[in-house]
Structures are given as structure tokens and as C-alpha cells.
């Protein structure tokens, strides 16, 4: 089995290297054969691991290779594949499967062809290096692998300035948050003084109730301080408040890259890791409240955000903000197994989402602004019925895999006793309305109405090709049946134990376990539950607004202007951080040049000491004359020095 | 005469290249390339035969005076695989050349040759056999460009001082069997273990040794040869003496100083870190002032012997291991980057400026990507293999109390890092001289497309050497 799961990434990153670098020469069909060829493989060899680790619970957990022991730390290579980690490689490989051959014919016309395909299949090898991990510095190398790809993708149209300030932006943001994650794994080798994540799990026990003194006299639990950091660099990933800010700008990559990468998987990483991570955070309340509230505040702020979009790709780009505090919230009420659950069906149908966006982006020739859409339905058949699929399945309409997952985690909050845990119940409550308002106006400005497209786009507006329209049919279909069908053993049966870790204290799920037993009964409960009767009121307000009164948003916008501004703004973050870090940072930047670096530094020390050490160089030069006798000298002058050092010393 | 069979692989090596001598005396001019084949045939039988004997065969024969270990054949074969890789790089150069063929050939095998005798040799007779073998071959091949003035007048220098360098560690030797009354290796170590261990003559002895090895590696103050004969050599020699003869003097290192005179260490550890400090500051710093490619690399493979003998100033096997794994790493990655230098001297023209390198990406695209992932190595940058070596070298050293060493060498590997730099970024940014194409023959590209994957591959996975180099001390 060694061999099988060493070969699920290297698969993939083989495929990269030879499109990345014999791109030109294998063409773009090859390439993209070898490519796609990587990753079937990679999801055919995971379907094997999902066989052994499920089915026949052998669960994997070995290093391949050691790469260096240093002051007793061992540098490992390794993978862990047990049932979390297979429900991560069959959702990034499958997704990562359908995207690839989306993009044939989506990045058809595009000078980039083999590097686009180079750079995804090298991003579906860090993601699967970053879940099979079994050691945090493999995790910390799939994390910033993940990120420089995603730095790499947004940045793909590198002649566009938006793109090259988005995925600046990108970067900057992912380094607050790596910094943290960073701060954390040194703690970790700190109090642990290991890497490996079993050894971790074990050592961390005896840490409760120890402190250490951060800036003077404040003493903090050590396992708070570690969790806190380690969610930092999650927060950062996951795009939480308020590092959130990249994630909507980073829609200036290519559409395949905002599903695969800023939708399915990259971005569920945060989530996967604390997760992963669940037998650390169970040890501190302290960060688990800190968890839940920052997931509350995304889930329900960043909805309202989409709602006044105008971009298509962005009104899905807030949806993921709020669906991933969605998460977030459920892993800071200990409901891993809901969180971990719903990553799963909202990589599929937001996956399908972003897919079908697309689709809609090419039959437009990419126009992306949804008041210049309209009446697509007759056009786009297939977008369209995959693109309701998707969006019921966002909103939670009974049935479908959102319904499940999301209900869930509302159902887990409401269970939850910690502090913040009211708050993070109305958050993600009034954040159903909200999504359901916003993905309906999102649907009906695209589909339904009359067209505000200019005549040419009309006429040409047609179907995309096939490569396009099966993922999204492929899409759907998880959409539909996932959550009915995995909900009863993920959440309630046995999939998870060994691991997943919950104190019995703050154990919600199995709360929730006493009044729903499983997909049926949270059916049946449909009637009396409040986010179905929010869901619908948000879809028939969204229907009232955009369809039957279109003139009244408008007159709303104008009566209430200063709210419409403040969530037009974005709560004012992007201008607080462009003024505050941006043009402070430059402006003491500037400073410090001027007094620090071109006085001090490059003045004395960099030009002082190049200076002298090129005089010394020099110097020294004089020696090497070129004549033997003074050659041989030397040699006679060093014997002596040698010599005497031993007779006197 | 018992276990002859242990020096299967030298006495092969000596009637081949008897066999080539002869045979290159009857082949006609347009059949040098028979010359060229038949080396490359001989050396790969050879490098098989070593290999043979990598794990478990040990032993000693000619009454002890030959001796196989853990140590012996790893080192054989990187030394006769450098030597395969150096004479595909080679052929060319010297074809162009006219560089008389097949004496080149046949004094590179004897060479290769003493460069074996010197690993496995138990005996300090047999020590110097080698030595000399080895350095006579590289005397003679140094000259061997007669048209070339400076060539000639590399040749006459290094023979000189070599003779000097020659003369005191015979003086040292003589000594050490003056004060023991033996040659061979392990009677010496026990002569000096159970008697007057502090023995004056030994010391005196050991420290006209230490300056002989000094030589040999090109350790300051005795490395005033290296530059002029790196530079005055035609380039294919450089290369030659430039890789694998620093495995073999690591491995004269060990033999004498750890299996004969380790009961001294106190004493030899002092000297060597003299001898690291001064050659990691000097190399480095006139590294920067140099122009001149060749010079400059002879410069850097001064500050590199200091790195190696960091790991001899430890003087455990920890120490013994991290230098061993130096040498081998060094020797490949050196060995690449003068692979490119010598694709780059075609038709007559030589690369011996730093200008010349201007460009070269544009120029041929392999040569300046191998070289600058020779380049970065050698400046220590992970994860190339060169981050790894200087590590390990660095934490022995540390291990042992020598942090000050450690703090030089560091600060010198940032002064070093400025000339490798330099160099990349005239490859890769400057627009370059002279713009035409520099193609290279199927065998060489791949040679060198397999040597810079080596520096990169065994950077990420150093186990697999390190855990060979740990094995030959181990126990």
C-alpha cells in the first residue's frame, strides 16, 4: 500500500513537471492528456485507499522517507491515510478531475494553455502532500505549496494589473496568516519537541493547565496559544474576518481556479487542519470560542456582502466566505464531523457553481457583470438546470446535500454551551435568509427576466462545448445525493471514530444524536425548522425583487444609501488596510530607507565592509605573485608557524 | 600472498591501462576515438568490480599493506564514476585540441589508478605510492599542453612545490617510523597508544604530514599552487584535478591521521582548524576579486577544503562522516560546473572569463541552468545537496566546542555567496557577448543534464549518501 499512496501525489506532480517544463514540446493535447491522465489515476488510486482505509480498515500510518534528525526532531516524510484523510483525497482529486477537463474547453483560446494545466496538476500534488500529511512540517510544506500555486493562478493573466494587485494581495494576507501557523508549529516542537502528529496528540495531554508569559506578566495557557496560532494560519486559508480580504480579489484567476482552488479545496484546507488537529483544539475552550465567534461573524457579514455584487464570480466569492464561516462555526462547536461534512457537499455544489458561472462567462464572451445578463435561460439549457441544482443545494432546500450539512451545523450551534455559542446560532440562522436571498438574485439577474445583453453577445450566445457542460452535470449529481446518502454514517454512525476527537463536555453532536437519528428524521423535521422557512422567505424575496418589482432595489438602494455604502465598501476593510498597512508600511518603509538603510546600512555596513573586504581582497592578491620562490616560501613559513605552535603551546 | 582477490579492481585498472597504452600505439589518427572507448570500458569494469564490494567485504592483503573497508569502496566509486563523468566532458576539449590523445587517456587511468591505491592503502609505503602516482600523472598531464605557455609554466610550478610538498611528508613519515619502527598503519597507531603516546619525534613528524596533506588538498597557507595551475591548465585538466583527487586526499586524510596517528588528534585538530579558518577567509575573499572563471572556482574549492576539514576539527566519526559526505558532494558538483565550462571552449575559443558566462541561458539553456544548480549548491542553498553537506559539517563542528569555527565559516559562506551570485545573474540577466548558439553532443548534454539532477535529488534525499557515509565509521 506504500507504494500506492506514494504514487496518489506523485502522480500528479509528474503530469505537472512534464506539461510545466516539455510543455511546448508535448503540445497542447498531450498536455493536457498527461495532466488529466495524473489526476484520473490519482482518484482511481484513492478509490483503492478509500477500499483499504473504509472497507477494510487498514488505516495507513508510516514515514517514507526522513529527510534529516536534528537536535532529536526528525524531518519526515510521511502519510497518514485514515477516513478523514480519504474523504479529502476523493473530494480534491475528483473535483480537481472535473475541473482539468473543464478547462480544455474553457482555457481553449488561451496563450497559457500548458502552464495553466502545469500549475493545476502541481496544485492537486500540494493539496494531497498537505491531507496526507502524518508530521506538521509536511503540512507546513502543502500549505505554502497550496499557496504559491494559488499566488501563482490568480496571477496566471500576469499582464493585467487587477490580477497582479489581487494576487500581491493574496500573498501579503496568506503571510499574516502563515506567520502564525508558523508561531504555532514552533510551539508545538516547543512543548512537544516533536513533529509527528500521534507522538503530538500524546505529549499534548500533559500540557493542560501549563502557561507560559507572553509580554510580561500576562500568563497564557500554552495549548490556547498553540491552537490560537494554528487557526491564525487557518484563518488566513480559510479566508475568515479578517484576513477574508484576498480571497474575494483573487477572483481575477482564471474561472476554473476560483472552483477548484479559491471554492473546493485549497481554501477548505484551514478547516481540514483544525480538524485534523481536533485532539489539540478539544484541550482549549478559550480557543474554541475564539473559533466559533470569528466563524459566526464571516458566515452572516460576508453574506450581506454578496448581496450587493454586481460581478457574478464575486457574489460566488462571498457566498464561499460565508459558507466556509459556516465551517468554521461547526469546528469551533466541536461538530468536526458537520464541519468536515460539509466542506464535502459545498466543495461539490459550490464546485458546480463557480463551474457553471463560468460556463455563463464563456457563453458570454466574459462578461461577468450580471446587468448585462438576463434570459439566459433559453440559451444555456444545461448551465441553467445545473446552476438551480447548485444554488438549491447552497441554500439548503430540503433533500439536497446543502440541506444536510448546513442544518446540521445550525443544529450542532444551538446545542453548543460555549461562550459565544447564541451569538454564532443567530449568526448562521440569519445567514440562511441571506444566502438564499443573494443566491436567487444571483440566479434570476442571470437566467430569468428580460436580456440586457447588447446584440452581438446575443446572437453568438450559445451551449459551450461538451468538456464544459459534462463536469457540471458530473457536479450535479454529488450535488443532489451526497448529503442523503454519506450524512448517516459521517455524522451519526461510526466513520469518524479514532479520528476525530471530542470532549464529552462540549460533545454537540451527540446532543444532537438524541432528537435526529439520521437523513430521514431531519427530513421529517423540515416542517418545524426555522432556516427552511428563512430559506424560502429569502427566495421569494429575491423573487419579488428581481423578478416581479425590479425597479424597487434600486429605490431601496437610494432610500437606505448608508448601509448600501457600508456593505458596497465592505466594511471599509480593504481602504482601512491599503491606508493603514499598505501606506504605512511603505511610509515607514520610506523612513527607514532613507535614515536606516541608506545611512546606516548600505552607508557603513553593506558598502563599508564590501568596500573593505574588497580592499582586503586586494590586499591579499599581492600574495599570490606568481613566483615560485615566494610560493615556496610560503609553504616553508607555514611549516614553521605550525611547528612552533605545537613546541610552545 | 592471501586474499588478492580484495584488490581485484586496481589490479584490473593496471593491466587495462597497460592494455590502452598499447593498443593506442598502433591506432591510427582517425582512430583515437578507440582510445577514448577503450578508457571508458575499462573504467566502467573497474567502477563495477568496486561496487562489487561496497557492504559487507573487508579485509586486508599484501600482508596488510592493502586494506578494503566501509570507507574504501564507497569512495572508489564515486572517485571512478567522477572519472567516467570528467572524460565525457573532456573528449571534445582535447580533440579540439590535439592535446596528445592517447597519453592523456592512459596518464588519467594512472592517475585514477594512484587515486585508488591512496583509498585503500593500510601502509605508509603505500600511501606514497599512490601519492606519487597519482601526482606524477597530473604533472605530466598538466604539461601536456605544450603549446600553451601557461600551461607550461602551471606545469613547472606545481611540479616544484610538489616536489617540496613531497619531500616533507616523506620527512614526516620517516619520522613517525623513526619514533614507532613500522609502516603499517594500525602497529603505528597501537606503538603510539601503549608507548610514550606524546612521543616529540611522532608530533614533529605529524606536522611535516599535516603540511604534505595541506598541499595535496590546497589548504592556506600552501595553496599558492592552486590558482596558477587551475588557471594555467588547459581546463579539461583542471577538471580532473579539481574532483576526484580531493576524495582521494580526504581518504589519505582518514588513513593516516585516523588510522594511524589518531592517538595525536589533539594535536592535528588544533592545526586543521588553523588551516580551515585561513583557507575559508583567504578563498572566499579572493574569490571576489577574481575575474577570471577558473581562478575564481580555484579560489572557491580553497574555501571548500575548509569546509571539509571543519569536519576533521571534530575529530569523531560524526565529524569523519559530515567530511566524507563534503568531499563526495563537492567533487560531483564541481565536476558539473566545469562540465559547462568545457562546453562552452568549442572551436578553439576558451572560457576562461567571467564575461563569458554573460548570457549563457539564452546561449544553451541546459548548460546555464546545470550551472547555476552547481553554483547554488556549492554557495550552500537548500535544498540543493550543498546546504546539506555545509550542515552537517557545521553541526559536527558545533558538537564538538568549535563554535567560533562554525561562526567563520558561516559569515565566509555569505562573502561567498556573492561571487556564486554574481555569476548567476550574469548567466540569466546580462545580455551576452557573443550570441551564438553553443551546442554540445547528445552524450555530454545528458551526462550533464544527470549531473545537475544529481545535485538537486541527492539535496533533497541526502540520506541516501549520508547513511553510507555514516556506515564507514561506524564501529
Known sequence: MKFIYTLIPLCPLFAAIAAGLFGKRLGRVMSHRVTIGGVAMSFLLSLIAFQQVVLSGNTFNESIYTWMVSGGIRFEVGFLVDRLTVLMMLVVTFVSLMVHIYTIGYMHDDDGYQRFFSYISLFTFSMLMLVMSNNFMQLFFGWEAVGTV?????????????????????????????????????????????????????????????????MGGFEWSVLTVICICLFIGAM??????????????????????????????????????????????????????????????????????????????????????????????????????????????????????????????????????????????????????????????????????????KDLIIEAVHESTLPGATLAYWAVLAGVFVTAFYSFRMFFLVFHGKSRMDEHTEEHCHEPPNVVTWPLIALAVPSVIIGFMTMGPIVFGQYFEGVIFVDDSHNVIERVREHTTGAMSMLSHVPGSKAFYLAMAGVFFAWFFYLVKPEWPAKIQSKLGF??????????????????????????????????????????????????????????????????????????????????????? | MDNLHLATPEIFMLFASCAVLVVDLFLKPGQRHMTYWLTQGSLLITLLLTYGQVGDTAGTAFSGAYTVDGMSAVLKSWILLIAIGGFVYTRDYIKDREIANGEYYVLGLFGVMGMMIMTSSNNLLTIYLGLELLALSLYAMVALYRSNADASEAAMKYFVLGALASGMLLYGMSMVYGSTGSLDLATISQALTTSDAGSTGARFGLTFIIVGLAFKLGAVPFHMWVPDVYDGAPTSVTLYISTAPKIAAFAMII???????????????????????????????????QQNIKRMLAYSTISHVGFLLLGMVAANPEGYSASMFYAITYAFTTLAAFGVLLVLSRNGEEAVMLDDLSGLFRRNALAATVMMVALISLAGVPPLVGFYAKLSVLKAVISAGYVWLAVIAVIMSVVGAFYYLRAIKMMFFDDPVDSSEVPARMDVNATLAVNGLAVVVLGIFPGWIMAVCVRAFAG
Open chain 2, 255 to 289: 588513513r593516516l591521521l585516523v588510522d594511524g596517528l589518531e592517538v595525536l588528534s589533539s594535536d592535528w585538530t588544533l592545526m586543521f582548524a588553523i588551516l580551515a579558518a585561513l583557507s575559508l577567509v583567504v578563498g572566499n575573499l579572493l574569490a571576489i576579486a
Open chain 1, 236 to 405: 488566513g486559508k480559510s479566508a475568515q474576518m479578517p484576513l477574508h480580504v484576498w480571497l474575494p480579489d483573487s477572483m481575477e484567476g482564471p474561472t476554473p481556479i476560483s472552483a477548484l482552488i479559491h471554492a473546493a479545496t485549497m481554501v477548505t484546507a484551514g478547516i481540514f487542519m483544525v480538524a485534523r488537529m481536533s485532539p489539540l483544539f478539544e484541550l482549549s475552550e478559550t480557543a474554541l470560542s475564539f473559533i466559533l465567534v470569528i466563524g459566526a461573524l464571516t458566515a452572516f457579514l460576508m453574506g450581506l456582502i454578496g448581496i450587493v455584487q454586481h460581478d457574478i464570480k464575486r457574489v460566488v466569492a462571498y457566498s464561499t466566505l460565508s459558507q466556509l464561516g459556516y465551517m468554521t462555526v461547526a469546528l469551533g462547536a466541536s461538530a468536526y464531523s458537520a464541519a468536515i461534512f460539509h466542506l464535502m457537499t459545498h466543495a461539490f455544489f459550490k464546485a458546480l457553481l463557480f463551474l457553471a458561472a463560468g460556463s455563463v462567462i464563456i457563453a458570454l464572451h466574459h462578461e461577468q457583470d450580471m446587468r448585462k445578463m438576463g434570459g439566459l435561460r433559453k440559451y444555456l439549457p444545461i448551465t441553467y438546470w445545473t446552476s438551480l441544482i447548485g444554488s438549491l443545494a447552497l441554500i439548503g432546500f430540503p433533500g439536497l446535500s446543502g440541506f444536510f450539512s
Open chain 1, 150 to 214: 494559488s499566488y501563482l493562478l490568480i496571477g496566471f493573466w500576469y499582464k493585467r494589473d487587477t490580477a497582479i494587485f489581487a494576487n500581491m494581495k493574496a500573498f501579503l494576507v496568506n503571510r499574516v496568516g502563515d506567520f502564525g501557523f508558523i508561531l504555532g508549529i514552533a510551539a508545538v516542537v516547543m512543548y512537544t519537541g516533536s513533529l509527528d502528529y500521534e507522538e503530538v496528540f500524546v505529549k499534548a495531554q500533559p500540557l493542560i493547565g501549563q502557561t507560559m508569559s507572553i
Open chain 1, 563 to 649: 448601509l448600501h455604502r457600508i456593505l458596497d465598501k465592505k466594511y471599509g476593510f480593504d481602504e482601512f488596510n491599503q491606508t493603514v498597512f499598505a501606506a504605512g508600511s511603505v511610509g515607514i518603509g520610506a523612513g527607514l530607507w532613507r535614515f536606516g538603510d541608506q545611512g546606516v546600512i548600505d552607508g557603513a555596513v553593506v558598502n563599508g565592509s564590501a568596500q573593505g573586504i574588497g580592499k582586503l581582497a586586494g590586499l591579499a592578491r599581492l600574495s599570490q605573485s606568481g613566483y615560485l620562490f615566494h610560493y615556496a616560501f610560503a609553504m616553508i613559513i607555514g611549516l614553521l608557524v605550525m611547528m612552533s605552535i605545537f613546541l610552545f603551546i
